[in-house]
């Protein structure tokens, strides 16, 4: 009895030997969960339209929320909003590009003669399955108005919340100017007074 016993109380020290000797497992990697600019761009044609372009990095979102906001009177307004989510996204390190592009045109071409129109897209290619949601309304700006101030970010990463671009519009007669533009929706209200016209783009997402 007594060398059963030894023996169990031998192979109970070989298990808790060799338990104590066996190599740790490896944490999983961090995967980084962000929304960064890789560039962008800004094209003026003859006709006034104004193109910018800004080219995204995505990995592992679950949301990601374009807005427009045309600010006149000192009231804001969202004219378009596009919003992106994800159910999952996996494998959690797969990265996918996109789009976000800021056009402003002559409304001629919507039947609002002496009018300009700002809208915004947002696409994202190469990402796991995702829902989509937009909401647009037509927000004219007066065609007399010329843009006076702009602003664009084009840094990375992107907050989680933040200002891209905001572009100030004047009338004609609104000289000399003296003003500035902030960078923030309390500056954009106090600007757009009088006639003017702030035409601001915001980008927010959210990780998994």
Known sequence: MAMRAFFILACLGVLSLTSCTMPAARPAPVV??????ESGGWVRLDDGTELRIWNLKANGLRRLTARLLVVTDGK??????????????????????GQLVLLIQDGKVFGAKDKRLP??????QGSPPQDRFEKKMTLLMDGDLHSELSRSSYSTPVGEEGV??????VPQTDAPFSSTLGWDLDSFAATAKEGRAVVAVTLGWAPQ
Do not use: Y
């Open 119 to 124: 809208q915004i897209g947002l696409d994202v």
């Open 32 to 37: 980084e969960r962000s929304c960064a600019i």
């Open 164 to 169: 891209l671009h905001a572009q100030l519009f």
């Open 76 to 97: 804001a307004q969202v004219a378009n909003e596009v919003e992106i989510n994800w159910d999952e996204w996996e494998p959690a390190s797969s990265e996918a590009s």
